[in-house]
Structures are given as structure tokens and as C-alpha cells.
């Protein structure tokens, strides 16, 4: 029950239902606010306790400083929480693994339950192994079980144990959008109450549903299982950054273009930690599948959250997708009352403001390896003429082929070439170079939740057929959409058969190309660019073009939308000028260009009016969390506990709770801790936390290896993430990572001074024997440690090696807190200090004093830190709050929620 002490508890009548509610307008300052803000303070309203949400943190929203810095520490209650695969299981096995530990400790087991709703979408695990014919989707689903029969029977069995947990099966569709599409209330209803849907998920594309007026962000799965048993999520109030949008977009461009526009714009303008919310006229000419697409890209240009508030726009896409009336009257009646719906005209008070008049946005792709890279698509084949340089040997002679002279590129009269032969299986022969499109992929929640960019795509595709063109053989051509409606609306628009005619056949619904899972290329391809070291490029329809991540083969990645996906798998190369160069020739051995089979937007959009409906959406969400016969045969245990395969490869119980006692021991000062890295500035979540393929001469390969596993189905290090003993063979092992305790090195090694002369070894074997020594282990780093995404296994890694404490000079705010969160002490350097300056090469010994002052319920400022070398300096405590200083207190978040559950 809310302390309610602004009055602000009032009753809301929609229809012949009646909702409580805490109006906004009873807080001092509150009509000024940005849309965002007004959800967070309706947030603090509604859960105001007096102790740890209080009456000076509503006023602190209130009376709001847009331009000071954010200072206020809040404690946000998300209404729920969504996962995917690949990050939910480990939180389900903390869940089952807690359900233990609470009937060990004489608790009832039953009282382990998310009491947020919690909603899981499989859709990280299918692979694109088959593609390019009919049967491409039922192969890959097959090879999906297969892999994942462990994994999947888990889920099935934490579906039938936990309250509150939904899981949607294999095969349905991507968590966001299946999020936007069915998941996400905008208004939630719970106990007679109605407010705003608010969420965390373990994903950070979870901000597309921000494009639905729904606040919520990524976190890492520590924080999204803490908020599932009811803990808030500690944030400062964030700065606010206005986009005002204005225009409309002229035909011809695409979301894509427009998001690749925001996405330049707001990453050179700096949104880190910041939430941005887009407001003005040209909001209302935007639709809300271009609004989903701008707020996915949110972790791309790194804002907290890109959120659009509600209108009409809104009320029409919750009926579109099937919410019933009373819903969407709800959340007209909702937002209207509490001022969260649009006004066009309005200024709210924002901290920074940028604007953008949609109709300047051009045509554009971005790479070849960052999403802010864009490129204005009539420059594209000049800018890889650039680009390729340095993705080729230095020795390389740039050959004969050249743009025409007022066409070169100003560093170069040439394109570096080197023409390779191949032989097709069908004993046909075709020549691949620098630049050949090896992978085009219609893939990613971005953009495949768009109806408008995909019937282009089709559309490219059915012109493209009736003039004799198709997919060049070297070609990887694959569409995986984000849900069953999209396949839905090909086919009643009877565009299906096109797409499949160029290659574009079904593989799977899910997050595949995107996130690595392109599968393999064909041999003979794969083969002829390894043994040239050529510089092959992929175009995806994806948010996020890491180099290595789209596909080991593949050096230099774009992102385009899918109509120019299909067009680029015409052309083959990025050598190609698509604005101006023939794609190929037709029946008649006429060129074809790109302006002749792209569709008009009268085209396009006569296909969207014409067939999608809602009777689609109810069709595919009306038993969502039944799944098929294959995933109701899976066999599964009964009980409200987990039966453990002590076999299993896939999932096995972890070791945080054990001989854990119902009161926790006094914290303890830390001595002769040795370095397990000494690692530079800006190492990320990526660097720290296992992901990718597992190679063989790892310590997680050897364990498969001893465990019978063959090395072709090691799978990766995200289907592995329910295996703790697997994950933390992979922290740390980044092929990127340089520790520079082991100089020349690159990978997951250190130097192990449990023997004499502290020889290299691997990072997991050398902590084996610190711990069997009793010898603390700690990290040394520099500026922005832990940036990126919010991986738990970065932090939870690093616990389970025997890590007590991490020295860096800053850290990314996520990261940071999941240390704390795993029983890691966060420490920084002082002001101006860092490892080099200090002396330290990361071979001394290390001592921590003053921690213990924790035990008095206070928490240190600094700590003494002191090595055998006779270093010794003053590190700050990176522990901000009284919250995360009760965490450590208990040896971790999971050990302090499992004892509040008990004493409750």
C-alpha cells in the first residue's frame, strides 16, 4: 500500500469498470515534465513506503532541475519483466537453485515465484544452417531441438512450476516484437489498479516497445531477477534529451534511413545514461512501426530509453494487433486523465533538445562495423572503395579496376581485387572478389516488425522475378521475421512465392543473422574466402554490425533496410553503385536498374491496407504459450523443485547458495589478494563475459570434450549460459583480450604465481589454483570498465573465478552494480591515478583494509590498499547506495532477496 502522501489515490471509471489510480497532477511541477519523467514519478506515487521510496524522492522529481546533473538517487518498481533464451535461463535456474536453498534453510520452497509477471520469448536459439529452399524452416527448427532439448525441457518444466512465468516456445517469433505485438499492455491492470506498463528485460533491444509509449530498458539478468522477486531498480533521475520530429518523409526512404539518420545524430550529440523522448508535430506523421524501429536503436545511439508518448497512432496499432476494446479505452481514458497523452504543440521542459525535419532524410546504409557509421546510399560503393583498404594485407596491389576519374576516391585510384574462382556443387563455376555480398539477411527485430519496409522487400522481390533477376549463387539469402503475422500478410498478398524465387526463403522466426547466428556459409564459398583472405561483406536488416559478429567468414557488415537487402543479393557486390549500376539484365538482356523495381509508396502501402488485419494477430497469439505438438512432447519433471540431470551439459545447479546460513557473516577485510588481469581502458561486457562458438583447445571445450560432447555440437556460449561450469571457463577468454600481466598474449590467459615464476597459463586454471591455495584474486582496469551490454555472466564470471574486488578508474553504471550484485567489491582509483601511475604491474600482492566498517551499517568512503611492494593508496568505494550496501552485506543480491523472502 502506497503511504500516499500527496493525496494522490483517486478512482478512474472506464466503461462499467472502475481502476484506481495516483494522479499526477497532486505533485508540485509535475504538468511541465516530460512524458518519461511523469511515468517514473506515477511509479513513486503508487509504491511510496516511507523508507526506501519517500516523500522527498517525489518532490525531487517535482520539482526537477532539467539542467542540472542527475545527483537523486530513486528506487524504480518496473510493472514486469521479459526475457529471451539466451539471458532467461540462468535466471530461471537462480530461481529453481533459490526454491532449493529456501527448503534447506526450512522455508517453503513454494514462496520462490516472480511476483512481477514474467514473460520469457525463445527466439535467440535458431541458427540459419539451411536456407534457399522450402523446407529451410522445418530443418532448422529440427536442428533448433535438437541442440537445445536440455534447455528447452527446462523452460518447459519453470513454465508448470512458477506463478507469474509465461514462456512463449520456439518458433513464434522475436521477444520485441512479440512484446510490442502481444505482450505489452500499455496500461497495466493488477489488483484494481490501472498504471503504466513499465518493464526491464534482459535484452537491450527491450526499448523498442518504448515506440508504444511503454518506458523500459535493458538490464542484466542480476537486476531483471531482482526486479521478478520484487526489488526496485536503483537509477538516478536521468537527464532528458528532446528530439523533436518534424515533416514528413519523402517517398522513397525508408524507417530504416530515418533511424540510421537518429542514430548518427544523437550518437555524436552524446545520449549515454540519458533518456530520450520525441516529441512534436512530425510524431504524429510517424507511424508506430517507424516509432518501434527509432526506439530499438536506442542501445545503438545509447540513450537509457527513446520513448514516444501516446495518441491516436498508439490506440489504432493496440486495436490493430488484436487488445480488446476495453483495453484501448483504458488507455485513451489512462492517458488523457494523467496528461501522458501527445500534444503536438507542446514544449515540455527538457534538458537538451535536437530536431530533425523527416523530410531531409535520404536513402542510407551503415558499416562496415559500427551502426552510427551511416553512409548516404549514393555514396556507398565510393566509401567502401575506402573502406576496404583496411580489411586487406598491406601487401596487396590495388588492381587494374578503377572508378572513373571524377568518381575516385580521394585516397585511391583504385579498389584493391582479387578474383577468385569457385566451383558450385553443381560443377558450375562463378568469380567472387573484395566485396562480394555473402550473407543478405531480412533478420532482427528492427525492422522485420515493420510492415511497410517488408512488403517493400517483397515487393522489391516480385519485380525483380518478373524481370528474370534472382540472388547471385555466392549468396546467403535468408528471412527470418520477427513474428508468424509477417509470413501471414506475404501470403494472403500472395508475395511469398517471389521471395522464395530470389532466394529469401523462410528460416525460422527469430533473432538469427543478427546476433551471429547466420550460420554457416557454403563450404565451397567459405572455403575460397579463407584461402584468399577475402574481404567479403554481409547486408542485414539488423541493428548491430560488430566486426566478427555476423559471421566469422564475413569481415565488413552493413545494415540496410530490406528492400535493399533483396537489392544488394541481386547485385552480389558492394563494388556495386546500386543508385546508378544495372543490378543485372532481363529477358530481353536490357540492364535493370534499381529504380525500376522499386515499388512506389502507393504500392506499398495498398498491400499493408489490404492485407494485415487484426484476425492475423489473433490467429497467432490466441494459444501463444501452448506451443505445438513438439514442444508439449517434451517430457518434463514434476514438483515445485528442479530434478538436476547431474549429466547435463546444458543446465546444472549453481553454487551461490551453498552453506549459506539465515544470517549472513560479517564482511571481512581483504588480504594478499593476487591480480588475476590487468586489463586497459574501455574493456566491455563483451570482452569479460563467454560468447560466441567454443573452440576445442579452451578449457570450455576440454570440459565438453571430458563430458562426451563432440566438438560439432558444443553449440555456443549463449545456448551454455544454464551451465555455470562452462560460462566460467569462457570469462575473461574474449579472443580480443590482452591481460597485460602475460604481455604478447591475446585471449583468455594470465600469469598463474602459484607456481614458481609465474608462468602464462589460462585464466580459468590459474583461478583453480588460487582457490585451492585460499589466495582472494583481484581485477585492475581502467577508464569505462565494463561498458556495453548489461551481461550478468560478465559480473557473475568474475565471482565464480574467486574475484573479491575490481580497482578501476571508472566504470560503465550496470556493470558496476552487478559486481556488487555477485558479492564484488567495486573499487576505483583515486582522482587522477590509475595503475601505471601508481607502479603497479599487476605481480604484487594486494591488501583491502577499512571494508569492514560495513559491519557498523555505514559504508566506507575509501578503503587502504597496500601491496607487498610498499604501494599504497586510498581506493573510493564504488558502493553508491544503502541498497546495493545491503547486497554486499549478504554476499550478493540473490542471497539478500532469499533471506527477506524467508523472514517474510
Request: glycine share 10%; with cysteine; aromatic share 8%.
Amino acid at each position: 500500500m502506497s503511504a500516499n502522501s500527496f493525496d494522490a489515490r483517486s478512482t478512474l471509471r472506464v466503461g462499467d469498470e472502475s481502476y484506481e489510480i495516483f494522479k499526477l497532477d497532486k505533485v508540485e511541477g509535475s504538468a511541465r515534465l516530460p512524458y518519461s519523467l511523469k511515468v517514473l514519478l506515477e511509479n513513486l506515487l503508487r509504491t511510496e513506503d516511507g523508507a526506501n521510496i519517500t516523500a522527498d524522492h517525489i518532490r525531487a522529481i517535482g520539482g526537477w532541475d532539467s539542467q542540472a546533473q542527475p545527483s537523486q538517487e530513486i528506487q524504480f518498481t518496473p510493472a514486469r519483466v521479459i526475457m529471451q533464451d539466451f539471458t532467461g535461463v540462468p535466471c530461471v535456474v537462480d530461481l529453481a537453485t533459490m526454491r532449493e536453498a529456501v527448503k534447506e534453510l526450512g522455508g517453503d520452497p513454494a514462496k520462490i515465484n516472480p511476483l512481477a509477471p514474467a514473460e520469457l520469448v525463445i527466439d535467440h536459439s535458431v541458427i540459419a544452417d539451411k536456407f534457399g529452399t522450402k523446407d529451410a524452416f522445418g530443418q532448422n527448427v529440427e536442428l533448433e531441438y535438437g541442440r537445445n532439448k536440455e534447455r528447452y525441457q527446462f523452460l518447459r518444466w519453470g513454465q508448470t512450476a512458477f506463478d507469474e512465468f509465461k514462456v512463449v516456445p520456439p518458433g513464434t517469433g522475436i521477444v520485441h516484437q512479440v512484446n510490442i505485438e502481444h505482450l505489452a499492455r500499455t496500461v497495466m491492470v493488477r489488483n484494481g489498479q490501472a498504471y503504466p506498463d513499465t518493464l526491464v528485460g534482459t535484452d537491450s533491444h527491450t526499448t523498442m516497445v518504448n515506440g508504444l509509449g511503454v518506458l523500459g530498458w535493458g538490464v542484466g539478468g542480476i537486476e531483471a531477477e531482482a526486479a521478478m522477486l520484487g526489488q526496485p531498480v536503483s537509477m538516478l533521475i536521468p537527464r532528458v534529451v528532446g528530439f523533436k520530429l518534424t515533416g514528413e518523409l519523402k517517398p522513397g526512404t525508408t524507417a530504416t534511413d530515418l533511424v540510421l539518420t537518429i542514430t548518427e545524430m544523437l550518437r555524436k550529440h552524446g545520449v549515454v545514461g540519458k533518456f530520450v523522448e520525441f516529441y512534436g508535430e512530425g510524431v504524429a506523421a510517424t507511424s508506430l512501426a517507424n516509432r518501434a524501429t527509432i526506439g530499438n536503436m536506442s542501445p545503438e545511439f545509447g540513450s537509457t530509453a527513446a520513448i514516444f508518448p501516446i495518441d491516436d497512432e498508439t490506440l489504432n496499432y493496440l486495436r490493430l494487433t488484436g487488445r480488446d476494446a476495453q483495453q484501448v479505452a483504458l488507455v485513451e481514458a489512462y492517458a488523457k486523465e494523467q496528461g501522458l497523452w501527445l500534444d503536438p504543440k507542446a514544449e515540455p521542459d527538457f534538458s537538451e533538445k535536437l530536431e530533425l525535419d523527416l523530410a531531409t532524410v535520404v536513402p542510407s546504409i551503415a558499416g562496415p562495423k559500427r551502426p552510427q557509421d551511416r553512409i548516404v546510399l549514393a555514396n556507398a560503393a565510393q566509401q567502401f572503395a575506402q573502406d576496404v583498404r583496411n580489411y586487406v594485407s598491406d601487401d596487396e596491389e590495388a588492381g587494374k579496376e578503377s572508378f572513373p576519374a571524377s568518381d575516385a576516391p580521394a585516397s585511391s585510384n583504385g579498389v584493391p581485387t582479387k578474383p577468385t574462382t569457385v566451383t558450385a556443387p553443381d560443377g558450375s563455376t562463378y568469380e567472387i572478389d573484395h566485396g562480394a555480398v555473402t550473407v543478405a539477411a531480412i533478420t532482427s527485430c528492427t525492422n522485420t516488425s515493420n510492415p511497410y519496409v517488408m512488403v517493400a522487400a517483397a515487393l522489391v522481390a516480385k519485380k525483380a522475378v518478373e524481370k528474370g533477376l534472382t540472388r547471385k549463387p555466392w549468396v546467403k539469402t535468408t528471412l527470418a521475421p520477427g513474428s508468424k503475422v509477417v509470413t501471414d500478410y506475404f501470403d494472403k498478398a500472395g508475395l511469398t512465392p517471389y521471395l522464395d524465387k530470389v532466394g529469401f526463403n523462410l528460416v525460422g522466426y527469430g533473432c538469427t543473422t543478427c546476433i551471429g547466428n547466420s550460420g554457416p556459409l557454403p563450404e565451397e564459398v567459405s572455403k575460397a574466402v579463407n584461402d584468399n583472405d577475402l574481404a567479403v561483406t554481409s547486408v542485414l536488416s539488423g541493428n548491430r554490425n560488430f566486426e566478427g559478429r555476423i559471421n566469422p567468414d564475413v569481415k565488413m557488415n552493413y545494415l540496410a533496410s530490406p528492400p535493399l537487402v533483396v537489392a544488394y543479393a541481386i547485385a552480389g557486390s558492394m563494388k556495386v553503385d546500386i543508385t546508378k549500376d544495372a543490378l543485372g539484365t532481363d529477358q530481353d538482356g536490357k540492364p535493370v536498374f534499381l529504380a525500376d523495381i522499386w515499388p512506389t509508396e502507393a504500392e506499398v502501402n495498398d498491400v499493408v491496407a489490404n492485407a494485415i488485419g487484426e484476425d492475423m494477430f489473433n490467429k497467432s497469439y490466441q494459444d501463444v504459450f501452448a506451443g505445438d505438438a513438439q514442444w508439449q512432447a517434451l517430457p518434463i519433471p514434476t514438483g515445485n523443485t528442479f530434478e538436476w540431470d547431474s549429466e547435463s551439459t546444458y543446465v546444472r545447479k549453481p553454487p551461490y547458495f551453498e552453506g549459506m546460513a539465515m544470517d549472513p557473516s560479517p564482511v571481512e577485510d581483504i588480504a594478499g589478494a593476487r591480480v588475476l588481469a590487468k586489463l586497459g581502458d574501455s574493456v566491455t561486457t563483451d570482452h569479460i563475459s563467454p560468447a560466441g562458438a567454443i573452440k576445442a583447445d579452451t578449457p570450455a571445450g576440454k570440459y565438453l570434450t571430458e563430458h562426451g560432447i563432440e566438438r560439432r555440437d558444443f553449440n555456443s556460449y549463449g545456448s551454455r549460459r544454464g551451465n555455470h561450469e562452462v560460462m566460467i571457463r569462457g570469462t575473461f577468454a574474449n579472443i580480443r583480450l590482452r591481460n597485460q600481466i602475460a604481455p604478447g598474449t591475446e585471449g583468455g590467459y594470465t600469469r598463474d604465481f602459484t607456481q614458481d615464476g609465474g608462468p602464462v597459463s589460462f585464466i580459468y586454471d590459474a583461478s583453480r589454483n588460487y582457490q585451492a591455495a585460499g589466495t582472494p584474486l583481484a581485477i585492475l582496469a581502467g577508464k569505462e570498465y565494463g561498458s556495453g551490454s548489461s551481461r550478468d555472466w560478465a559480473a557473475k564470471g568474475t565471482a565464480l573465478l574467486g574475484v573479491k574486488a575490481v580497482i578501476a578508474e571508472s566504470y560503465e553504471r550496470i556493470h558496476r552494480s552487478n559486481l556488487i550484485g555477485m558479492g564484488v567489491l567495486p573499487l576505483q582509483f583515486p582522482e587522477g591515478q590509475n595503475a601505471e601511475t601508481l607502479g603497479l604491474t599487476g605481480e604484487e600482492a594486494f591488501s583491502f583494509t577499512g571494508v569492514t566498517e560495513l559491519n557498523n551499517g555505514t559504508t566506507p568512503r575509501t578503503v587502504k590498499v597496500t601491496t607487498d611492494t610498499g604501494v599504497e593508496f586510498d581506493a573510493v568505494v564504488r558502493i553508491d547506495t544503502p541498497g546495493e550496501a545491503d547486497y554486499y552485506r549478504n554476499g550478493g543480491i540473490l542471497q539478500y532477496v532469499l533471506r527477506s523472502l524467508i523472514r517474510s
